[in-house]
């Protein structure tokens, strides 16, 4: 009887042992997220982690670039090449998918932790950037966006980052699929990690509307996102560090599509004072062909906003954003046969 009890517990245990072994050797060789690879270069055709790419890369030379852009994936268009010809700065691009306040805050104290002060730091904002508050580094864990364990704090968050990774279901269940079906899909997006410049390899048409679209945003996240604006200006000033705001060129609708932000831009204003923008009837914001998609404007845009002749007092892009409101809503009143509703340039005289 004892025999046979053994045998069958040494049987149960080899299996969960095999079965643990096979899983983390199939999730770290497969690694469809690129946690445990560090290329120069990659070509992608699915969701990856740039958040720990880009560290990878950034981190052991950070002592170089005098100048770092932060934001979400729209942030990447503001290439390195741009940035040293308006500015004259050598730049990395730390633009990820879905960048978060929290995620621009910790790599920040990392920064100035590891004495890598830059000179200037380009933070891009948009309409919807209240949309854009939640922290990665917080359960339910997002496979291609959880911050690198080197910058988050949290007590044992490494051991959960890196476990994650490689045993855990939603791991196996993503990297087996990847394995089987999206290792065929086409290459969409080429990353150069050495400078963190991203291209995006898709063209989509679209529609953009005059007048606004609605986006929804909370005052939870307009309280917890000014804080945190505020502890990266007193961390960059304490430390020497310029701030540049940058206004993301979306389709003129996306623009002006919620009174949310003009609430959240005039709380920061007395904090930064200026933005870099694209004037609000510039053409280019209401023709589909300068952009890859509706959410992702293209680098010529991107180009433009770093002019130093765009940089305005941020009071006049509020008064810019409440025009094109009003001309919006005062043509929706008298949209009648034989009116034109002057939506596509709703600023000009």
């Not at 920064?111 to 508050?133: R, S, V």
Request: aromatic share 14%; net charge positive.
């Amino acid at each position: 009887m004892f025999n046979h009890y053994f045998r069958y517990c040494l049987f149960i245990t080899l299996f969960i042992f095999f079965s643990s072994l096979l899983i983390i050797t199939s999730n770290y060789c497969i690694d469809k997220y690129n946690i445990f690879t560090d290329p120069d270069y990659l070509n992608a055709k699915v969701s990856i982690n740039d958040r720990v790419l880009k560290f990878n890369k950034f981190s052991p030379r950070c002592r170089e670039f005098e100048a770092i852009v932060f934001g979400t994936s729209r942030s990447v268009m503001y290439h390195t090449t741009f940035i040293h010809e308006q500015y004259g700065l050598k730049a990395y691009n730390f633009g990820v998918s879905a960048e978060s306040f929290h995620g621009i805050l910790r790599k920040l104290q990392w920064i100035i932790k590891n004495h890598c002060k830059p000179k200037t730091i380009f933070i891009p904002l948009n309409a919807d950037q209240l949309l854009y508050m939640t922290d990665f580094s917080l359960p339910p864990y997002i496979l291609n966006r959880m911050d690198p364990p080197d910058i988050v704090t949290l007590k044992g968050y490494k051991s959960i980052f890196y476990l994650t990774y490689v045993f855990s279901l939603p791991t196996t269940k993503s990297n087996l699929l990847f394995l089987f079906k999206d290792s065929q899909e086409p290459i969409r997006i080429k990353y150069n990690f050495l400078t963190g410049d991203t291209q995006y390899l898709w063209d989509e048409e679209f529609a953009i509307d005059g007048c606004p679209v609605k986006i929804e945003n909370n005052k939870k996240n307009l309280k917890q996102a000014i804080n945190i604006l505020q502890e990266i200006k007193k961390i960059a000033d304490k430390s020497g560090i310029d701030i540049v705001l940058l206004w993301n060129p979306l389709p003129i609708d996306y623009q002006v599509g919620n009174e949310q932000i003009l609430l959240f831009l005039e709380l920061i204003g007395p904090l930064f004072h200026f933005i870099n923008r694209i004037p609000l009837e510039d053409h280019r914001l209401k023709d589909s062909r300068y952009y890859y998609d509706r959410n992702h404007f293209k680098e010529s845009l991107a180009k433009d906003v770093l002019l130093l002749t765009n940089k305005i007092n941020i009071s006049l892009l509020i008064e810019e954003i409440r025009l094109h409101q009003s001309a919006c809503k005062n043509a929706r009143l008298s949209d009648q046969p034989g009116i034109a509703p002057r939506i596509l340039n709703p600023l000009q005289p």
